[in-house]
């Protein structure tokens, strides 16, 4: 039995299906693998992607020893042994770890010192974003470094070139259905590909159906991935349209997309669209991103559901977006103002609130700025009434 996937990895930067954003030539990754300059890096992106392949192809390219590593059966024993094979060794080793977001803290802290004196060049690979699951220690010594979904035509071209090379005959609907199933992972279409094969030729839509009877994301079609849908359901919320996000939050669920990743982009537009609007939407999003991390699905949908109905019901402001959009803007635009001398540390000058009935009149900046502009919507009004009698009790 021939495996596909294996028998066809590519083994160069040029045969790399996809992810044109990272080998071009004129790519900053190209550019710093072939320099022999590439820093300890870790891919994310989903299954079939292609990370694997890219650590694979760059240990080729640097001539550099390989050695892949699962985060799940990972010992650090077993690392420290490799790296002293090394330690006198002109080259040193690429150390590949899979499924990187598993990583206890521990074991982060322990492959530091590692990554520090550069006895091996790590890298790692993850389906989830590694800024969630990595230290910040880890980060800062490494890049992050996204793979995308293969879209529909490298999917096509990946195909083609394997059935022509292995002479294998199959139905135009079944060619479709490989792709289209697939979600943009690769393997998974080689491997379905490789078991049709094994049951009849030509390859039918049947038997593949048969073999998979659904879509690995079946939310998806051919021109909706989860970032449509994603998107799909946050502008239905910010509409207000309880019905409509709710049926796209089951498209993500029915397709598999990971409950962490729902609540984290809810989380965000709990902030972004109604922010004090409704103070309480915050928390409901944070309580909500802690406990599907804890129990996951089928228990996590009636968590997100419930979400989305109470975000999609909120009167909606966007003023905490724009306000620390437009003061990030003044930035990079105007001169930098330093701060005025009476609020610097152990000033003698500054006037403390407190001592005169909770507020008193003082410059917080060298020159008046305004970035926040309140819509009094919803608990915004309410807050924009405690701050107006603040401010004028004491004019």
Partial sequence: MINFALKYRPKTLDELVGQSHLVHPSSPLRKLIEANALLHTFFYGPPGSGKTTLARIIAAKL??????????????????????EYEYALQKPLIFIDEVHRLSKNQQEVLLPFME??????????????YYSLTAAMRSRSHLVELKPLNKEEMATYLEKILASEHILIEEEAKNYLILSSAGDARAMLNLLESACMIEIPVTLEVLKQIRPHPLQAGSS????????????IKSIRGSDIDAAIYYLSRLVDGGEPAEFIARRLAI????????????????????????????????????????????????????????????QDLKEKEMMPVPPHLKTHSKSYLYPHEFGGWVKQNYLMQPKRFYHTKQIGFEKTLFEWHEKIISSKK
Avoid at 222 to 233: D, I, K, Q, R, V
């Fill in 269 to 328: 537009l709990a902030s972004e669209d109604i922010g004090n609007a409704n103070p309480n939407a915050l928390n409901l999003a944070s309580s909500a991103l802690n406990i599907v991390k804890h129990i996951g699905y089928p228990e996590a949908r009636i968590t997100l559901s419930q979400l989305v109905i109470y975000l999609a019901s909120c009167p909606k402001s966007n003023t905490a977006y724009t306000a620390i959009n437009d003061a990030l």
């Fill in 222 to 233: 051919e021109n909706e991935n989860h970032y449509e849908l994603t998107s799909a359901m």
């Fill in 63 to 84: 001539e550099k020893p390989f050695y892949e590593m699962n985060a799940t059966t990972l010992k650090i024993e077993q690392v420290r042994q490799i790296l002293k």
């Fill in 117 to 130: 004196n550069q006895s091996a060049l790590i890298i790692g690979a993850s389906t989830e974003n590694p």
